[in-house]
């Protein structure tokens, strides 16, 4: 098993890379946007998946082990081969595509390349209770409607306390009535300032 490679890059196509490990050329599938920041030239470190089939041998690339733990976990769906893991990877950041799961959200799911409602529905319930997140990242994933828990999440980060939060939120939301989390912020922060 290939797990990892480092090397200077030396070609690009339109979703491969070559990578010259020790006077070997490796050809190398990677996700859109990793594509997109490699520059031929530059040395490279990837983590990857080496993948047999019948007919050939296969490397995926991926920028960090976040990116090749989703990979490994998509390539466990019925109907999921790499191409689509990678068109996956190359659609939607691992935490999104994670923040979806989590919430049951289909209809981000289904605006993936190549996966409609079955598909969606099978990578949720294959997949949810295998998302095995730090606690600390636990605390950031939310549905959508749960903007309040959001915003309580930024207001923390930006050093007030859950009560502080919590407090500020509670009046925010008397009089504001939009689903934008930007401003919802800005009216909460509106009272922690007059504190």
Request: net charge positive; with cysteine; charged share 25%.
């Amino acid at each position: 098993m290939i797990s990892q490679l480092s090397g200077k890059l030396i070609s690009k196509s339109k979703d491969t890379v070559t990578v010259m490990v020790g006077g070997v050329g490796l050809e190398v599938n990677v996700p859109s946007g990793l594509l997109s920041v490699l520059e031929v030239g530059q040395d490279v470190q990837l983590y990857t998946r080496l993948l047999v089939r019948d007919d050939s041998l296969q490397i995926y690339g991926f920028k960090n082990l976040e990116e090749r733990t989703l990979f490994d976990m998509l390539m466990t769906v019925q109907g999921i081969g790499p191409r689509l893991a990678v068109g996956v990877l190359s659609s939607l950041p691992v935490m999104e595509f994670y923040k979806a799961v989590l919430s049951k959200d289909e209809k981000t799911l289904t605006r993936l390349p190549g996966i409609g409602k079955k598909t969606a529905a099978r990578i949720i319930v294959e997949l949810r209770d295998r998302i095995g997140l730090p606690k600390h990242k636990l605390g950031t994933i939310h549905t959508r409607p749960d903007m309040i828990g959001e915003a309580a999440e930024a207001l923390m980060a930006l050093g007030y306390s859950r009560q502080e939060a919590e407090d500020a939120l509670s009046r925010a939301t008397r009089s504001f009535d939009g689903c934008d989390l930007e401003a919802l912020l800005r009216e909460a922060l509106k009272y922690l300032a007059r504190f």
